[in-house]
């Protein structure tokens, strides 16, 4: 089945500065690729997407970039903000099931 | 519309006693899943439904029932709790494929099996 690795499990920024993470999958078959942010003790909600026939997407201070053919996809946050500090999760989806990276935590210094 | 909810918010159970999360989704969304979620392991999918009446195993399955007798309710059963069911646990749903993937997520169930 699918197997989704994310790395790394925990980033420490200063504000202002950009943040990366990066997530593999196993399953050449998988399509979609959300990501999810979840703040302390609330429910995840998904912050942006992408499909397997777009290499690039990007919505204001967030992209993400997908290589099918080494099977990588990666989230940026360009000028970061202390309200960024959450944790972000990967997925990856075949066949409408999610299947979730182990989580970032991502700290924004003022 | 409420979204996504689940009930209760929290709950404390001893060894061997049973109960019931409600998920309940006013989005008119065919696919329904059940996470749980435990520190640094992310989320892990235990079932999940593609529409009334069916359900599915994801990767976690053991202890758990389901069941879908309703399209906007999706119910996980623990039949005898084990402190290794100790976790957060969150309802999600969806459109079918063809409308799009985008999973919303109810806000969590937090379970402590003593």
């Known amino acids: 089945g699918e197997n989704v690795e994310q790395h790394p499990s925990t980033l420490s920024v200063q504000e202002g500065d950009s943040a990366v993470i990066k997530c593999t999958y196993s399953d050449s078959a998988s399509n979609y690729f959300p990501w999810y942010k979840q703040e302390l003790g609330k429910r995840p909600q998904l912050i942006i997407d992408i499909r397997s026939n777009v290499g690039e997407k990007k919505d204001q201070r967030i992209a993400v970039t997908l290589n099918k053919t080494a099977k990588h996809f990666s989230l940026h946050i360009t000028e970061t903000q202390p309200e960024d500090s959450a944790v972000y999760f990967c997925a990856a989806s075949l066949s409408y099931k999610l299947i979730f990276g182990s989580g970032t935590r991502l700290l924004v210094r003022p | ?114």
């Open chain 2, 1 to 114: 519309n409420a979204g996504v909810t689940q009930t209760p918010k929290f709950r404390v159970l001893k060894t061997g006693q049973s109960m019931t999360l409600l998920c309940a989704q006013d989005m008119n969304h065919e696919y329904m899943y059940w996470y749980r979620q435990d520190p640094g392991m992310g989320l892990r999918l235990i079932h999940y439904s593609v529409g009334e009446g069916t359900t599915a195993k994801g990767e976690v399955p053991d202890g758990y029932n389901v069941s879908r007798l309703k399209k906007q309710n999706f119910l996980l059963g623990l039949e005898s709790a084990a402190p290794s069911q100790t976790s957060v646990y969150f309802c999600a749903s969806s459109y079918s494929r063809d409308r799009g993937e985008t999973q919303y997520f109810g806000p969590g169930t937090r379970l402590l099996v003593l």
